[in-house]
């Protein structure tokens, strides 16, 4: 008897198992997989004034200087988008912005995006300037004529941000849904600046000027699930370290500034499936 009941279990076991099994999934629902999201849009800028440092070390003091404006003035650049223009499109102030909602109960997620700022400094704006001009001594208050110094981050103040996206829901329904949008980022600058230093000037190139630090909270508008229209205020620290001067990039200035930014964008949100 005991063997008879030893043999059945033996025998019934494997299909007990793979019936639980079966079952167990059976009861397990599909899990979504994270969402992806791009979105494209433009911005407005403004800035805070800083102070900017301008110098070159040459042995020959007739193209040595080193000097520093105190808190100067500086603008955006907005531009203009005409539908008809196609090529235009990156013309104007411009963001665009790659993103992955883990898709967890917290709704975390990560971004990478591509900040194309534009950052003028004001020409003929009475500024405090102090230092020496090839080896003669400057210490006074005078209009910032753009042949001593005119300085454009226009293509631009570009900032390349690395976030961490915290997403909100605030309502949910079948055809439109809204959340708010918190961001934190850090990245390096890759700018272009065109600039004037003692006559001497320069169209620049794209290179490596320094870090940026920014923050931004939104709110996204998603319509059936996958177009949103979304709007930012962000706020930045970008400390310039690496900004070369004039025809030769033998000259440098360094400077940090707080920059604000308001944004609105068009996006795509889309997942791949289930799992």
Do not use: C
């Not at 999934?25 to 791009?38: H, I, L, M, N, T």
Request: charged share 20%; net charge positive; hydrophobic share 35%.
């Amino acid at each position: 008897m005991i063997l008879r009941v030893l043999f059945l279990t033996t025998v019934s076991f494997p299909g007990l198992i793979k019936l639980a099994v079966a079952q167990d999934v059976k009861d397990q629902k599909p899990k979504k997989r994270g969402e992806f999201y791009f979105q494209w849009g433009y911005n407005r800028d403004w800035y805070s004034h800083s102070d900017i440092h301008v110098y070159r070390n040459d042995p020959d003091p007739s193209k040595s200087y080193d000097f520093t404006l105190y808190h100067a003035k500086a603008d955006d650049k907005p531009d203009m988008w005409r539908w008809w223009q196609p090529d235009r499109l990156t013309i104007p102030q411009y963001d665009m912005n790659f993103g992955y909602f883990f898709n967890d109960k917290n709704d975390w997620g990560i971004e990478v995006g591509w900040n194309h700022l534009k950052y003028v400094v004001t020409d003929w704006q009475n500024i405090y300037i102090s230092g020496q001009i090839y080896g003669t001594a400057i210490n006074r208050t005078y209009p910032l004529d753009p042949d001593t110094l005119h300085l454009q981050h226009t293509n631009g103040n570009n900032y390349l941000l690395f976030s961490l996206v915290k997403r909100q829901k605030l309502m949910e329904g079948k055809k439109i849904n809204v959340s708010a949008i918190a961001k934190a980022g850090v990245g390096p600058m890759i700018t272009y600046t065109i600039d004037t230093i003692l006559g001497d000037k320069d169209w620049g190139y794209f290179h490596y000027h320094g870090m940026v630090y920014a923050a931004s909270i939104g709110v996204r508008a998603t319509f059936y699930k996958h177009f949103y229209l979304q709007t930012d205020i962000q706020t930045a620290f970008a400390n310039y370290t690496n900004t070369r001067l004039g025809h030769d990039h033998i000259g440098r200035s360094t400077q940090h500034f707080y920059s604000y930014q308001w944004t609105y964008e068009i996006g795509y949100a889309f997942t791949l499936g289930k799992k």
